[in-house]
């Protein structure tokens, strides 16, 4: 997953949040990616769930579903994340990267986004970024998600680099899940 962008800890992240159209020829803001997380070490690197995410075989889900049916606590959980491109206006205002982004954040631009004050938020020529942070680390790590009140329009050559955030995610493969 090197090719996704993560928000850092102590940095202000201004993200111009844009849509893209999916094969289906559907229009979204973001992708559902869900990972899953050793249960005893729930800070630990996540693995794309190749179910959810792909619609494949997932070694993670079955080894769950084995403990399920033998009445044993699941050895996995799962986090969802969101995958959005937006371009990154305070530091390459010229390219659009796939970011990553919790859950509370996601739920933060999806409440601009459907607001009466906000609903122009994803529009190209009149939309705005939205301004993150984060504190903390692990456990306590809290965001904070606004709108700018500047607009910030989007041109030709940014909306060419806008893709469906899937293709970037790399599928690990049944067998190396099964390895891991």
Not at 145 to 150: H, T
């Amino acid at each position: 997953m090197g090719k996704i962008r993560f928000l850092r800890k102590g940095v202000t992240t201004h993200l111009r949040v844009l849509e893209f159209t999916d094969k289906e020829g559907i229009t979204s803001f973001h992708r559902k990616m869900v990972e899953h997380h050793k249960i005893d070490a729930p800070l630990s690197k996540g693995s794309v769930c190749r179910d959810e995410v792909f619609g494949l075989p997932c070694a993670y889900c079955q080894l769950n579903k084995k403990a399920a049916e033998t009445g044993e606590t699941a050895p996995f959980r799962y986090r969802n994340r969101y995958l959005v491109n937006a371009v990154e206006i305070n530091v390459t205002p010229d390219k659009v990267g796939i970011w990553s982004l919790p859950a509370t954040v996601f739920e933060m631009i999806a409440g601009a986004i459907i607001s009466d004050e906000w609903s122009d938020v994803l529009d190209v020529k009149e939309g705005h970024a939205f301004i993150i942070s984060r504190t903390g680390e692990g456990l306590s790590t809290e965001y904070a998600c606004v709108p700018a009140k500047k607009t910030y329009p989007v041109t030709k050559a940014i909306l060419d680099q806008v893709k469906d955030p899937v293709e970037v995610v790399d599928d690990p493969g049944l067998d190396v899940q099964c390895d891991e």
